[in-house]
């Protein structure tokens, strides 16, 4: 505890009170105090071993990137539901800190459950000694293979109708700033923007599809790279809410006006959506019950419950702001 309570800067009394009372200590510092945990490898003894069952009150969630601003209401309904049932969570970011950087067997063998907010799994789900793994949720994406319960949205129909949402305004050159093709997501967002086009005749331009990390700096060079085409688009089909506003921001360096001259729909619904300028037409995703469903989910796993594998969808929504508009004729 006292690794712990000096990586954080803390007092020991402070890494106790955030393990047993963590609603009493501030966001910041009990975020601090998690991520030394994982770092040290510390299993704390009186979380391991309930007062009365003998129960463990902790779960693990893990994504590859806990700071993608997507995250913060996945995050948030996942840490208040299951304090709400008197657990605590320990959040893993397997980009900035390698599962090999830390003990992540000795951690799982004191783990409730785990939540994985992305394909990026640290084991392999089919080696023999993969029943010795807690009980599993995915959340947000989806892989067959797996065969766990996922909470997520149906990404090909939200994207999907986010071009076809473009295509009755009346653009015709809709181009597609597509996330890394390893990513399920973008395979089912990319189908999505495919099916929209085939659906209304429109023969697939590959110079139109552009793929790349989901950050600014992908939005910005890949409408640099859209607009210099000898006919570049009027729409963009962004994957993800920070490509749009990157590509945005891009667009008025060189001129183009958003949405008179360009129309540009994002991904996601973040909180920096409504508030860019103009305000992004995007896809709604329902963050937080996202987070909130697979704690429950697991929750029903805990108890034995019968729980379906396979995917579970939620509601997305198509939330038109001020970024897009009819195409100049």
Avoid: W
């Avoid at 779960?59 to 995250?71: E, G, N, R, V």
């Avoid at 700096?217 to 859209?226: M, P, R, V």
Wanted: net charge negative.
């Amino acid at each position: 505890m006292k690794d712990v309570a000096d990586l954080a800067g803390v007092s020991t009394a402070t890494v106790s009170r955030a393990l047993m009372l963590p609603d009493k200590v501030a966001n910041k510092t009990r975020n601090k105090i998690e991520q030394a945990i994982l770092q040290t490898g510390y299993v704390p003894h009186m979380l391991a071993k309930g007062n009365k069952n003998n129960e463990s009150k902790i779960f693990l969630a893990m994504a590859l990137d806990i700071t993608d601003p997507f995250f913060t209401d996945v995050i948030q309904g996942i840490r208040e539901t299951a304090a709400a049932h008197g657990y605590i969570v320990l959040f893993l970011d397997n980009r900035q800190q390698p599962i090999e950087a830390i003990s992540l067997s000795a951690i799982m063998r004191h783990i409730n459950g785990v939540i994985l907010l992305g394909a990026n799994t640290p084991f392999d789900m089919h080696d023999e000694e993969s029943h010795q793994l807690p009980p599993m949720v995915m959340a947000n994406e989806y892989l067959p293979e797996l065969k766990l319960p996922t909470i997520h949205i149906d990404n090909m129909t939200a994207a999907f109708n986010a071009v076809h949402y473009l295509q009755h305004i009346g653009h015709n050159r809709i181009a597609c700033i597509s996330g890394p093709v390893h990513l399920h997501l973008s395979h089912y967002r990319q189908q999505g923007y495919i099916q929209a086009l085939q659906r209304n005749g429109i023969a697939i331009e590959k110079s139109y599809i552009i793929s790349g990390p989901l950050s600014f700096e992908t939005g910005a060079t890949s409408l640099s790279q859209l607009m210099s085409l000898p006919q570049p688009p009027s729409a963009i089909f962004c994957h993800s809410d920070i490509v749009a506003i990157g590509a945005i921001h891009q667009a008025k360096q060189l001129g183009i006006k958003i949405p008179e001259d360009l129309s540009i729909v994002g991904f996601d619904d973040i909180a920096l959506a409504q508030y860019a300028d103009p305000p992004l037409t995007t896809v709604a995703q329902p963050r937080y019950k996202i987070g909130q469903k697979a704690v429950l989910l697991l929750l029903e796993l805990l108890q034995k419950n019968s729980v379906k594998s396979g995917s579970i969808l939620l509601d997305s929504e198509l939330i038109i702001r001020e970024s897009t508009a009819k195409p100049h004729s």
